[in-house]
């Protein structure tokens, strides 16, 4: 069966960083397409970093980009959220996910909720102003 479980979560001010990893269980994390989401209340759950595992090619919304950084590490076989110049709107449960291998190879980043398969159960970021 396959896990996907996220730690990292923290209460932090802003500007602050945190690093959130997600460690995979019964799945390979360079087979192939990973992501992080959030989800804050009254919100919907958005992609935040998309990670094509294969070539290490990977993709941000406007939100994210330049402050965070999503990367891997196939020995340990743990999938890395980098989050610096955190702000309020940053607060989050931030979620781990990965694509069933078994579908088709999308050779590239997704952002998109219906490309994933396997979630964790979430790990929650709180950045105080």
């Known amino acids: 069966q396959v896990q996907l479980v996220e730690s990292g979560g923290d209460s932090v001010q802003a500007g602050g960083s945190l690093r959130l990893m997600c460690t995979a269980f019964?799945?390979?994390?360079?087979?192939?397409?990973m992501g992080w989401f959030r989800q804050a209340p009254g919100k919907e759950r958005e992609g935040v970093a998309g990670?094509?595992?294969?070539?290490?090619?990977?993709i941000y919304p406007d939100s994210t980009k330049g402050r965070f950084d999503i990367s891997q590490d196939n020995a340990r076989n743990t999938l890395y959220l980098q989050m610096d110049f955190l702000t309020p709107e940053d607060s989050a449960m931030y979620y781990c996910?990965?694509?069933?291998?078994?579908?088709?190879?999308?050779?590239?980043?997704?952002?998109?909720?219906?490309?994933?398969?396997?979630w964790g159960q979430g790990t929650q970021v709180i950045v105080s102003s």
């Open positions: 990670l094509y595992t294969n070539t290490r090619d990977t």
């Open positions: 996910a990965a694509r069933d291998p078994r579908r088709l190879d999308l050779g590239y980043a997704s952002l998109k909720r219906t490309e994933y398969d396997y």
């Open positions: 019964e799945y390979n994390v360079k087979d192939t397409c």
